[in-house]
């Protein structure tokens, strides 16, 4: 926490601004058993940081009732599964430990599709919390956060020509 001089500037087409809560993501190689270099942020980081920072902006109280600026870090150490739900998991939990007076705590969860490649039309099957293998396995990879309100954020990478509204639906409401 700290004061408005504390905010994250960055320029845009419109000019200069500043964010009073911004999230910062680190996926180090070694997380996944990776040698590699560490620095600058890359791809991986950027995208699953601001998915995990647009889940937990809803919560956040207006700048007039908490006038502080909040900066959540987030450091993989070992990754399975979905670091960036971890992050907003962890990262709502920590603001509310911090005295952070959010409207409501967020939670948020990975779920994965298999889908039956025999050719004999078998049922498809959601995997909930997937884990790194039922990733790259699967045919798809949805990040869903929010609470028991409404959704926050949510992101789809489908390996598959499409999906049906209908398993859309099923992922959604398990």
Excluded: W
Aim: charged content about 25%; aromatic content about 6%; overall charge negative.
């Amino acid at each position: 926490l700290g004061d408005s001089s504390m905010a994250q500037r960055y320029e845009d087409l419109e000019g200069e601004k500043r964010k009073r809560f911004y999230l910062q993501y680190a996926f180090p190689p070694f997380s996944v058993g990776e040698v590699g270099r560490v620095g600058s942020p890359g791809r991986r980081e950027v995208g699953h940081g601001n998915l995990a920072e647009r889940a937990l902006r809803a919560a956040l109280p207006g700048e007039d009732e908490f006038p502080y600026v909040i900066r959540t870090e987030s450091l993989i150490t070992e990754s399975c599964g979905s670091s960036s739900m971890a992050s907003v998991c962890a990262g709502a939990l920590s603001m509310r430990a911090a005295g952070v007076p959010l409207k409501s705590l967020v939670a948020g969860v990975a779920m994965g599709l298999l889908l039956d490649e025999s050719g004999e039309g078998g049922e498809p099957i959601i995997l909930t919390d997937i884990l790194g293998s039922e990733d790259a396995l699967g045919t798809m990879d949805f990040k869903v956060a929010g609470n028991e309100v409404g959704i926050s954020a949510f992101q789809l990478d489908i390996k598959c020509e499409g999906l049906s509204i209908e398993l859309m639906r099923r992922a959604l409401r398990q």
